[in-house]
């Protein structure tokens, strides 16, 4: 501030019904980071029963289970910018700082995000089948309603906080902004760390993270194992991640599916593994890379 006193941030999340589950942690391992930093104001949507209402609104079924779109609804994240007006003003903020794109403010405000519509549409329109599956539940009219919203948000936002540079470089290329607007605030690891295990006592297996187990290139980490096993290499593959086993078949003997599991196990499960696999077709940032790296398990995945 130019009196010298500090900035009073607020900080606006749109949860799920778990705080902890909420965009992979992101959003919350950031306000516990901030509130440690200097003044700040939790300003975040709760409303459990605003949410509820728009998910039975909104279903929508993919690989034959219930979802919701409710998201990407203007009503949802116009009603959740509402609130955080009102508790900005209450609380006589000097600045909000926003997780995605929820609306626009009277206040100075920010985006942190990871993605945007323009970046969507660039990756559809090469074929990737992992944005294809993330997306499918968006016709190709609501992609463009929501990107031109998006360009609104950002046309008023004092900044938008890229979570990578890939994502930055597609906010100038693709969204056409002012490369000043746009800073990079790469995110760290969400879980919690575990002392790295010595390459030598390690498992000679490979580990696989990831809940969206076809986005992320699940069943070609199987089948990659299934080939160097093949090959003679006695080769395990431990998957973490989807609530059941997502394939057809039945689980190979060397494949040892732990399903979901809190952050402590995947913590102690990433040092033991001789390597971290994640072949995914679409992701947006991928915060396991980073915390296979923080564990000193070597990393496969695309570029």
């Known amino acids: ?30 306000l516990e980071s901030l509130e440690a930093t200097g003044p700040l104001v939790d ?5 459990a029963w605003h949410r509820r209402m728009h998910i039975l609104r909104h279903p929508h079924v993919q690989r034959w289970r219930v979802t919701s779109s409710w998201r990407t609804q203007e009503s949802v994240m116009e009603a959740a910018a509402r ?12 600045a909000i700082l926003t997780v995605g794109d929820l609306g626009t403010f009277a206040h100075p405000f920010f985006l942190y995000q990871d993605l945007s519509y323009d970046l969507v549409a660039r990756e559809l329109a090469v074929g990737n089948p992992g944005a294809e599956d993330q997306f499918a539940r968006l016709t190709a009219g609501r992609r463009m309603a929501l990107r ?18 890939w994502y930055a470089d597609s906010l100038v290329a693709d969204s056409g902004l002012d490369p000043a607007k746009v800073h990079v605030v790469r995110p760290g690891a969400t879980s919690a760390g575990a002392a790295p295990v010595p390459p030598d006592r390690r498992r000679r297996d490979v580990i696989f993270v ?9 069943a070609l980490a199987v089948d990659a194992v299934a080939s160097l096993r093949a090959d003679g290499l006695e080769l395990g593959l431990t998957i973490i991640g989807p609530d059941a086993w997502p394939l057809a078949t039945s689980p190979p003997e060397w494949v040892d599916f732990l ?9 102690s499960q990433m040092v033991s593994h001789a390597a971290f696999v994640l072949p995914t077709h679409f992701e947006a940032f991928g915060i396991v890379f980073a915390e296979a790296l923080r564990a000193g398990t070597p990393v496969v995945g695309p570029r």
């Open 259 to 267: 399903g979901p599991q809190p952050e402590s196990v995947v913590a």
């Open 148 to 165: 031109d919203r998006q360009h609104r948000i950002f046309a008023a936002a004092g900044g938008i906080l890229a979570m990578s540079q």
């Open 43 to 47: 300003l975040g949507d709760d409303r």
């Open 83 to 94: 609130s955080i007006a009102a508790e900005a003003a209450a609380a006589r903020v000097d």
């Open 1 to 30: 501030m130019p009196d010298g006193s500090e900035v009073r941030l607020g900080y606006g999340v749109l949860w799920n019904r778990s705080r902890e589950a909420t965009w992979s942690r992101t959003p919350l391992s950031l």
């Open 210 to 218: 990831g809940r969206d187990f076809d986005r992320k290139g699940g």
